[in-house]
């Protein structure tokens, strides 16, 4: 499975049901939603009440990428108002596997997200139960950032860690994705590919999506 995540992030705020609807006239059917406290990263973006808002006009599946401090608290209700897909920083918390555990147990999908300098071994006892593993390939917090290179070994690391155990969860890949390293991350193991400010950016944006998978 491979698809493009457009990011709402660099969607207008001010039209976001207009942005929503278009990217899915285009085929879009998963939307990549970020959620930032100003303390775990250096920006602050939405919460509850946008979320709440989009899941009534929209039917595609929502992945919300929590970029927050203590997410135990906060999960249950992502998942209540209508997130499908729940992924937490593991440098956030020291209970990994129970927050994973409370995803699941609302009727999630469950993932968890690595910062560019965390190893896959920090999550490597955790691999057997996690639905997909989102590499960071920015440092998180802002769109429109450089891709970092180094984050393509990461990739490969861990699509071969999973074919070696036969584990059946994602990879998903977030920031600095265009169409150059759109088509590096695939070839490297990629199955879920964020954009935003280059999708959001670009004059054509059927083209741009079927660029993006090519
Ligand atoms: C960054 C966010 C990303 C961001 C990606 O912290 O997690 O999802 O929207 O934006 P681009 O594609 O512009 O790097
Ligand atoms: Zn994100």
């Given at each position: 499975m491979k698809k493009i995540?457009?990011?709402?992030?660099?969607?207008?705020?001010?039209?976001?049901?207009?942005?929503i609807k278009n990217m899915e006239s285009l085929g879009v059917d998963y939307f990549h939603i970020d959620v930032m406290d100003g303390n775990f990263v250096p920006n602050i973006s939405l919460g509850f009440p946008i979320i709440e808002s989009i899941r009534k006009i929209s039917n595609s599946v929502f992945d919300v990428h929590l970029m927050i401090n203590n997410p135990e608290l906060y999960v249950e209700k992502f998942c209540d108002i209508g997130a499908d897909m729940v992924s937490f920083h593991i440098e956030t918390t020291n209970h990994a596997d129970r927050i994973l555990q409370l995803i699941k147990d609302k009727g999630k999908k469950a993932g968890i997200v690595l910062n560019p300098h965390t190893p896959i071994n920090s999550i490597k006892y955790?691999?057997?139960?996690?639905?997909?593993?989102?590499?960071?390939?920015?440092?998180?917090?802002?769109?429109?950032?450089?891709?970092?290179?180094?984050?393509?070994?990461?990739?490969?690391?861990?699509?071969?860690?999973?074919?070696?155990?036969?584990?059946?969860?994602?990879?998903?890949?977030?920031?600095?994705?265009?169409?150059?390293?759109?088509?590096?991350?695939?070839?490297?193991?990629?199955?879920?590919?964020?954009?935003?400010?280059?999708?959001?950016?670009?004059?054509?944006?059927?083209?741009?999506?079927?660029?993006?998978?090519?």
């Open positions: 995540l457009p990011s709402i992030l660099s969607a207008d705020f001010a039209n976001l049901e207009r942005d955790l691999l057997h139960k996690v639905d997909y593993v989102l590499i960071m390939t920015v440092n998180p917090g802002f769109g429109g950032q450089r891709f970092i290179p180094e984050m393509l070994n990461k990739i490969k690391e861990l699509d071969t860690i999973r074919k070696e155990s036969n584990y059946t969860f994602l990879i998903e890949v977030d920031g600095g994705i265009n169409i150059q390293t759109s088509k590096k991350c695939r070839e490297a193991g990629a199955d879920l590919l964020v954009c935003g400010s280059f999708l959001f950016g670009a004059e054509n944006k059927e083209n741009t999506l079927k660029e993006l998978l090519k």
